[in-house]
C-alpha cells in the first residue's frame, strides 16, 4: 500500500517547525533555561509536538510498507529498524525518545527539567535523521 504523502508531509512539517524553535532554545545555558518556566513549557510543548509527529509517521509507515501496527510507541521504530528503514542506532535514540514522551505527557508534574535540558542538547539531531530516513521512502 502506498505511502500518504500529504500527511507524511504535514508531519514533517510538524518536526521541522519545532526544531527550529528547539534549536534557538538549544543555546541558552543550563541555569537560565532552569530559571525560566516558560522555556520549560516551550521546550517540552515543541518536543512533544515533534516526537508525536515522528510517531504518527512511525505508524503510519509501519502499516503501509510493514503490514505491523506496534502495540506499544517505543516498538514502532524498532519495527522500522527491524524492515531497514532506519538504521538500529537511530531506532534506539527514537525508542528512547517515544518513552521520553510518555514521561512529558503521564507524569508532566515530576519532570526533571534537567533531564529534558539534556535531551535538548543530545537528540534534536535524531529526528533530523528521522525524517531523512522516512524522506527516502517518498
Not at 38 to 54: F, G, H, K, Q, W
Not at 64 to 77: L, M, T, W
Request: negative net charge; proline residues 1%.
Amino acid at each position: 500500500m502506498d505511502l500518504n504523502q500529504e500527511l507524511i508531509q504535514e508531519r514533517f512539517a510538524d518536526i521541522l517547525q519545532s526544531l527550529e524553535r528547539l534549536e534557538q532554545i538549544k543555546a541558552i545555558p543550563r541555569d537560565e533555561f532552569l530559571a525560566e518556566q516558560d522555556l520549560l513549557d516551550v521546550t517540552s510543548y515543541r518536543l512533544l509536538i515533534a516526537i508525536e509527529a515522528a510517531l504518527q509517521i512511525c505508524f503510519h509507515v509501519s502499516a503501509r510498507r510493514v503490514h505491523r501496527v506496534p502495540e506499544e510507541y517505543a516498538e514502532c521504530f524498532k519495527t522500522l529498524a527491524d524492515v531497514g528503514i532506519l538504521d538500529s542506532d537511530l531506532s534506539r535514540n527514537l525508542q528512547q525518545m517515544a518513552r521520553f514522551r510518555n514521561m512529558l505527557v503521564h507524569v508532566y508534574w515530576k519532570i526533571d527539567y534537567n533531564i529534558v535540558y539534556n535531551f535538548l542538547q543530545d537528540h534534536l539531531n535524531d529526528l533530523k535523521r528521522f525524517v531523512q530516513a522516512i524522506g527516502k521512502l517518498l
